[in-house]
């Protein structure tokens, strides 16, 4: 039997490069369509007060790794492309196994770094005379559910920095205009804003919610991590009654996740409460829930958005994970599902199969069983978190990491378990099969709660 530190510290130090769970290039006739390695990403947000209306210049430096037209995504028509320095057009066209929609551009490029800078309005976003409020809500259970649903973005696989930069028009803005993100947020002058956010971010990663001062209750405590750093906690919500529970059981929620998993490793909490739909979605370090799902979306910061799925079929993973959680670390000495093919969709599937939260619980349950003799699940993820965090995994990863931890062989419980014919994974009949996602659509979300 080995123990977690001498089977972990050796084998874990290789780092996961570009390419891990990215999904295939593909032809398209007169090319390839190419998934391309995202390095940086400038986004300037232009207010148009005439309008009433909000635009963004996306400036994207990236690496092609072979000839082809270059893969992104935006959900509403960008109106201009330009591929170092030329002006081009896009196209919207379906993945080979039409899975899903992507754009790309209609300029083939050389292996080697490139710049393209994309325009377009803003989805969403409601302004008034005295600020903006716009919430980016994002699902995992939503085909193009990220943050291509507001600007342009990579695959989930893909991890670059990104810097926002807003231009006020009125001075006024900045006194009544706040922002609540996940990045951090300097004013560079009296009329414009920058966001940074972490260079691991994913599409999925991102938080930025920004209204007009007073339209939430706001109660800031703080968290004292163990590693002795002081995390800020902010609770805010449309109803004032409800924030102070959130915050007891927050506290509550992060103690008990850090003395089962680690350390709390994001710079923030944040948590948006509200009562009007049931569930909730998780960003990294941050959230938008109901009190019910209020543990199950914190877990969520360490699986899900700690250690990140890389595409679709590794999205079972954190659910799995987060669902068993939740209800405490129950085992089961038998695997209890077959092909249930969670993880064997088309590699352009880009959502979570829902047989995750069932399923997928399920096979944790097997494999906190057999990790028994170690510390159970529990140990097998504080040592996955210690050289995963703030990377994507996928199945394979996952599964490889696992072996290594435990020194048990997994590949034949996890083909049983998760691999199979996706077809058997329902994933139309059941829209919301956990009362802990969110009970309605990203934009019904969207319209309810910035
Ligand atoms: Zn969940």
Not at 170 to 191: E, Y
Not at 345 to 369: C, E, M, N, V, W
């Amino acid at each position: 039997m080995k123990s977690w530190l001498g089977a972990a510290a050796c084998l874990f130090v290789q780092s996961i490069a570009f390419g891990h769970g990215q999904p295939p290039s593909f032809s398209m006739g007169s090319g390839n369509a190419i998934f391309v390695d995202i390095v940086n990403v400038q986004d300037e947000i232009q207010v148009d007060h005439k309008q009433s209306k909000l635009f963004y210049q996306s400036t994207i430096d990236f690496e092609a790794l072979e000839h082809g037209f270059p893969i992104f995504d935006v959900e509403k028509d960008p109106t201009e492309v330009i591929m170092d320095g030329v002006p081009t057009t896009q196209a919207l066209i379906k993945d080979p196994t039409d899975e899903t929609k992507l754009r790309i551009a209609m300029q083939s490029v050389a292996p080697g770094r490139h710049q393209m800078i994309i325009k377009g309005e803003i989805k969403g976003a409601a302004m008034g005379s005295s600020g903006i409020n716009w919430l980016w809500t994002m699902n995992d259970l939503t085909d193009r559910g990220f943050l291509e649903r507001y600007l342009p973005a990579n695959f989930e696989f893909d991890q670059a920095p990104r810097t926002l930069v807003f231009k006020f028009v009125r001075d006024s803005h900045k006194l009544n205009q706040r922002i609540v993100t996940n990045g951090t947020v300097t004013w560079l002058s009296q009329d414009t804003l920058q966001i940074r956010f972490p260079e691991y971010f994913t599409s999925s990663s991102f938080y930025l919610h920004m209204y007009v001062e007073g339209r939430f209750t706001e109660l800031k405590s703080q968290f004292k991590t163990k590693d002795g750093r002081t995390v800020p906690v902010l609770v805010y919500s449309s109803a004032a009654g409800i924030v102070g529970k959130f915050e007891t059981q927050a506290h509550v929620s992060l103690q008990d996740l850090e003395r089962r998993f680690g350390t709390w490793k994001h710079d923030q909490v944040i948590i948006y409460a509200q009562e009007d739909v049931s569930g909730g979605m998780e960003y990294a370090g941050a959230t938008v829930t109901d009190f019910n799902s209020l543990n199950h979306e914190l877990i969520h910061s360490y699986f899900a958005r700690g250690i990140m799925p890389a595409n679709g079929n590794s999205g079972w993973i954190d659910e799995a994970i987060t669902t068993w959680a939740d209800h405490g670390s129950n085992s089961a000495d038998s695997i209890g599902v077959v092909g249930t093919g969670m993880a064997s969709h088309s590699p352009y599937f880009r959502q979570t199969d829902r047989k995750a939260y069932t399923s997928g619980a399920r096979f944790i349950r097997y494999l906190d069983h057999l990790f028994k003799p170690f510390g159970g699940m529990d140990g097998a993820l504080r040592e996955l978190l210690k050289f995963r965090l703030f990377n994507t995994i996928t199945t394979e990863s996952f599964r490889s990491d696992l072996e290594t931890i435990s020194g048990l062989p997994l590949k034949s419980h996890f083909d049983q378990a998760v691999m199979g014919s996706p077809k058997s994974s329902n994933l139309s009949k059941t829209r919301y099969p956990n009362p802990h996602h969110m009970s309605v659509t990203p934009d019904r979300a969207q319209k309810l709660f910035q």
